[in-house]
């Protein structure tokens, strides 16, 4: 085949489909277009145009195994991946070197891959959480069978420092397993790793291992001016993010990034299969680390830093349209997650909100625009 006729076979379908099947395409494509317009309770960035990676589809491309191995599948985008790795050690304050992670299929598999690791370190830890943390935890915890504590969270979200050190007290006698959350789901709380840590060596407990669950701030913090403790430099051991959460994409991803040395010590813990066999998915998609490659070239640093201040700004503009309403909205300091008492029935449906007893929320991402903000707030206050 020469380029040429191998770039129209990319552009025209090979054959359409009977009419049928294409209402039916056309019925579920409009549908989700409606939906997209509305979607302003999850934190999901519609903003995104991967057309030029369409030719892609037309093959079958594997990301098998580990990123960093030599793959005998050579339909793979891991040189792409590596590429990936290395922006998101950057993000998350380590040296590229010292750096392992790969792109998941989102932030549950980001969490688990850092609470597995945790596990094979320290086999009999007890693990602790906030009850503000992602419910993918309290799965992946049993998924490990992994002995754990919920710690209480304060009002504003941030896990109970008071509970975590008594939990911490009790049982000091064994490796301890923080699972910190970098902006929680329902109100983008900030876990202090700085304080956790305190806690930790007041309580002289010296074997532990703090994984950081930072799906949607992790693409926040790295481009303000001010960000709370966040990364490696921190004292994190491991980072989960999520892919199709800020920077945006069509199908669920993200990236988990943890130190090299962690990874070769489960390689070999597993040799049986392979040492590079260290991801936990087997086959893997390759084309998920090759839109967030894609979303970087074409956004650069620069592009999402100017995104982050945008869905700041609005977030900002968000609390203040509320409370001059009397409604008292509020949000953590570098969050775009506005919380408000929970709106009528009706609101709360039209806007496909996340409910959580008496609060709501929205994420203020890049397609919530003041109008959007303006109709919503007038919603409320009615
Ligand atoms: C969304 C989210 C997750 C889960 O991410 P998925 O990509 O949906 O698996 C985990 N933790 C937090 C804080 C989240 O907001």
New binding site residues.
Partial sequence: MTNASASTATSMPKALPPPEIQKRLDQLLSDIQSAAAQQIGY?VNQDFDYSPLVPFLDYSINNVGDPFYPSNFWGNTHEIEREVIDIFAGLMRIAPEDAWGYVTS???EG?MYGLYLARELFPNAMFYFSEET?Y?VLKNVRVLNARHIMIRRQENGEIDYDDLEAMIRVNRDLPAVIMA?V???MRGAVDDIGRIRDILRDQAVTSYYIHA?A??SGMILPFVSNPQPYGFDAGIDSVSV?G??LIGAPL?C?VVLTKRPYVERVGRAIEYVGVEDTTLSGSRNALAPLMIWYAFAQHGHEGFRNIVAGMLDTAEYAVGQFNERGIPAWRHRNSATVVFPRPRREVFHKWQMAPEGEIAHIITMPHVSREIIDELVADCAG
């Fill in positions: 934190p989102g932030g549950t969490n992602h993918s959350n902006g929680t789901t669950d799906a949607l999520s199709h959460k669920p993200g």
